[in-house]
């Protein structure tokens, strides 16, 4: 960021010009710095949704929307699905390069010594309704968090945020399947040191104390793979949400707690959970058109959940590879026709040849087919959009660390284009009509 460049401004108003400097990225589109915008000519910016605004710099995540390109501190996401595994990203994700075999080790053996609960939790899960949605509960627990970890919340120490990080990283799967656990009357099931981080989250769900639960090795590694998609996305809504949040200095915890709530919506994260619904609801692909042509129609609120997305104007490459590894997943748990996933492809298919969907560059987004994988290894609806958040979570606290480790950082404080009444005195309630 040189600040060499710079962007001239002029107020057809006042005949006022301004020369704002332009900061250069390293992939992608460099920015105007209209930090002093304001103050030299008295104007906001104006800008919902976020559509020209970088909110801050980063060093995690890059995509590229044009091109369908997504990467994670400079690595391909296609490289990493292929090569790596959960926990090595989450690695490099915290600490910006990849680990060698003894910082694996090492982070792999505090991740896993961190994923116990404190017991007195348990009565937080009881305090729920037995039909409470998992990420109602999810919100409101890990919110909790930061009531009992007082020895790791100055967030002015390096050490302390760290410890944070792993904490929430480690635990977030054992509140996930605490969550299920309860929807469904099923007692708890305690960590298990010897699992790995997916094997751990399948056990934790699915084992009863009263018979032996055999963890599906195809069932782990797809959950690893699925994971490492949705570990970052730059600032989307729940990670720019957790940035707010912790930009006032905020409990860490409490952050995260904000960033889940955010990823529910349908919108979000919680597309993932609407795809399904939606698939079911079409029922036969004769019903396709009748369904594109409610998508198409802006009368009807009716939306193609799992098709569009604000940056990729492009082949989302997370649904690329979540595709692929659906036709793998579904035929290694013998289920290649399943009628679920036939649907889709045609549904895919069927919008991909639409002029409505091609000139809006509407594609596949992550959450089309997440659900599918999800449903083949026996995850209920309501739990996908927690598995989102499971994974999401690195991207969240790795995208706290550096904003939080930043010299400058300032309270987040967007202006408004106010609209409403301009002054008026107060009228006493018997002189109102
Ligand atoms: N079905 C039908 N029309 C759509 C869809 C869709 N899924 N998505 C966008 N459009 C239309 C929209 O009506 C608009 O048309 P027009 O220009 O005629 O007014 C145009 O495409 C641009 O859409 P937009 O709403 O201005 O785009 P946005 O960037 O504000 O919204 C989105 C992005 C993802 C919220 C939206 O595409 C959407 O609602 N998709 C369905 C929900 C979904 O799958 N969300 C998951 C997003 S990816 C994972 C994640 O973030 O968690």
């Not at 480690?170 to 699992?195: C, F, R, T, W």
């Not at 939306?303 to 690329?320: E, I, Q, S, T, W």
């Not at 660390?401 to 009228?427: A, W």
Request: hydrophobic share 40%.
């Amino acid at each position: 960021m040189n600040g060499k460049h710079s962007v001239t401004v002029t107020d057809n108003r006042t005949g006022r010009q301004i020369d704002l400097p332009v900061k250069d990225a390293t992939e992608g589109p460099a920015a105007v710095d209209i930090g002093g915008f304001f103050k030299q000519l008295g104007y906001f910016t104006y800008d919902p949704g976020f559509v020209s605004t970088a909110s801050c710099h980063s060093s995690l995540t890059y995509l590229d929307g044009e091109q369908g390109m997504l990467m994670y501190r400079g690595y391909p996401i296609e490289q990493l699905a292929e090569k790596s595994s959960f926990i090595e990203v989450a690695y490099l994700m915290l600490y910006g390069e990849l680990p060698n075999t003894a910082q694996l080790d090492e982070f792999s053996g505090i991740i896993t010594h961190h994923t116990m609960l404190n017991e007195a939790l348990k009565s937080f899960f009881r305090g729920f309704y037995h039909d409470a949605h998992p990420m109602a509960i999810m919100v409101g627990v890990v919110g909790s968090l930061s009531a009992f970890y007082h020895d790791s919340s100055d967030i002015t120490n390096p050490r302390h945020r760290i410890i944070a990080a792993h904490r929430m990283i480690a635990k977030m799967p054992s509140i996930a399947a605490a969550s299920y656990k309860h929807s469904v009357g099923e007692p708890q099931v305690y960590p298990d040191n010897s699992l790995s981080y997916t094997g751990n989250l399948l056990n934790m769900m699915f084992a009863v104390p009263c018979e032996a639960y055999r963890i599906d090795p195809v069932a782990e590694k797809a959950l690893d793979l699925i994971f490492i998609l949705h570990i970052d996305h730059e600032q989307n809504a729940s990670t720019s949400t957790v940035r707010l949040a912790g930009s006032s200095g905020a409990n860490p915890f409490a952050c995260i707690a904000s960033g889940i709530a955010a990823l529910w919506g349908p919108a979000h994260g919680g597309a993932n959970e609407a795809v399904l619904s939606m698939l079911e609801e079409i029922g036969d692909a004769k019903e396709i058109p009748k369904y594109l042509a409610r998508a198409k129609d802006k009368d009807d609120p009716f939306r193609l959940m799992g098709f569009g997305h604000r940056v990729y104007k492009n082949y989302d490459p997370r649904a690329r590879i979540i595709r692929k590894m659906c036709h793998e997943v579904l035929a290694k748990l013998g289920d290649e026709n399943d009628p679920m996933f036939e649907l889709a492809l045609r549904l895919e298919e069927i919008a991909l040849s639409d002029d409505y969907f091609i000139e809006r560059k509407l594609y596949p987004n992550v959450d089309f087919y997440s659900g599918l994988i999800y449903k083949a290894l026996g995850i209920p609806a309501n739990m996908f959009t927690v598995m989102f958040a499971i994974a999401r979570t690195v991207g969240w606290v790795a995208q706290w660390m550096e904003m939080i480790s930043e010299k400058n950082q300032r309270i987040g404080r967007p202006r408004q284009l106010y609209v409403g009444p301009t002054r008026r005195d107060y009228m006493p309630i018997e002189e109102r009509r």
